[in-house]
């Protein structure tokens, strides 16, 4: 076990809705990353936050936003959404930005009908 | 042309074999390597980092950079079926480049 949680496990909706992961990093990390990982494209990177500052932004669609709130969970926000954003949705957490190590929740997998 | 290339697999091997598993990738800028091993319905797991090029030993893993070919392997001894899982590499560029760039994974499956 990690530290980090994600809820939901799983997720099942239709085209065109929205949906809210969660995450709780590691009791005393303040960083925390969003990935997707599918079959085809592999674990890529959303996009970091850190104490409550977005950080980094990788490959993340403008239907999908994230925040960091002050207890430092974090919540990442996918709209409109379509059959190709079916996939596994990680959030990783470090102590810091350039720490090397991200541990990683169990993930969310998201099924879009 | 992806910033890094891992060969999916699968991979089956039997107990107590060597297994060797290996990136390239494109960007001379990363400095950091790591691996990670991903059990089925589990989130990735940091198994080893290295910076730079050279070798790391960690018990029955040993990962190998060499930046001149921008190729990276991980080796695994005496294999055990408990080693049966994905295994992922990922890059960066730096101590302030935080993005992670990960290969696609390799399915390995030590047979007993």
């Known amino acids: 076990d990690s530290g980090v949680t994600q809820t939901p496990k799983h997720l099942i909706t239709a085209t065109g809705q929205r949906v809210t992961l969660r995450c709780s990093p590691r009791s005393g990390d303040l960083s925390v990353y969003w990935y997707q990982q599918s079959l085809d494209q592999g674990l890529q990177f959303l996009i970091q936050y850190y104490n409550g500052e977005e950080r980094a932004k990788g490959n993340i669609l403008e239907r999908f936003s994230a925040q960091q709130f002050p207890d430092l969970h974090s919540e990442l926000n996918l709209s409109s959404l379509e059959l190709g954003d079916s996939a596994l949705y990680f959030c990783a957490s470090s102590v810091a930005p350039g720490t090397r190590e991200q541990f990683f929740g169990p993930g969310t997998r998201l099924t879009v009908l | 042309q992806k910033e890094v290339e891992q060969d999916p697999g699968p991979l089956s091997v039997p107990e107590g074999a060597i297994v060797s598993l290996n990136c390239t990738y494109s960007?001379?800028?990363?400095?950091?390597f790591m691996w990670y091993r991903q059990y089925s319905r589990k989130g990735p797991e940091l198994l080893m980092y290295t910076y730079s090029s050279g070798n790391k030993e960690d018990g029955r893993f040993t990962a190998q950079v060499d930046k001149s070919s921008k190729y990276i392997s991980l080796f695994i001894r005496d294999s055990q079926p408990s080693d049966s899982a994905t295994y992922l590499c990922?890059?960066?560029?730096?101590?302030?480049?935080?993005?992670?760039?990960f290969g696609t994974g390799t399915s390995l499956t030590v047979i007993p």
């Open positions: 990922a890059m960066s560029v730096g101590n302030t480049g935080n993005q992670f760039y």
């Open positions: 960007n001379s800028a990363f400095q950091y």
